[in-house]
Nanobody, 119 residues
Framework: VQLQACGGGLVQAGGSLRLSCAAT????????MGWHRQAPGKQRELVAT???????HYANSVRGRFTISRDNANNTVYLQMNNLKPEDTAVYYC??????????????WGQGTQVTVSS
């Protein structure tokens, strides 16, 4: 299952960006979708996840500023990022896991999109 992410860019501190990530194929059911990020010299970290039922989880560092949502009909996940801070600068990766119609489990990652927040 391939994921296509977009929406990154350069923004000043306090600004907003919206990321989106879509699964570009069919023939599967997605369970959880999420966003992770990796800053230079740091490990990849979880940002937010959302289940197929709409349950959400956020990292403490983004709770109250970021909102994750999804469009199940179009297998798309969004990340609305408000009040961005320089420490949010990172490459953001989307992730999805689930099962194909042949009941094969998958966990896929998007290609990453750069978010840069200037102070």
């Amino acid at each position: 299952v391939q994921l296509q992410a977009c929406g990154g860019g350069l923004v000043q501190a306090g600004g907003s960006l919206r990321l989106s990530c879509a699964a570009t194929e069919s023939g599967f059911n997605i369970n959880a979708m999420g966003w992770h990020r990796q800053a230079p010299g740091k490990q990849r970290e979880l940002v937010a996840t959302i289940t197929d039922g709409g349950g959400t989880h956020y990292a403490n560092s983004v709770r109250g500023r970021f909102t994750i949502s999804r469009d199940n009909a179009n297998n798309t996940v969004y990340l609305q990022m408000n009040n961005l801070k320089p420490e949010d600068t990172a490459v953001y990766y989307c992730n999805a896991d689930g099962y194909t119609y042949g009941l094969q489990y998958f966990s896929s990652w998007g290609q990453g999109t750069q978010v840069t927040v200037s102070s």
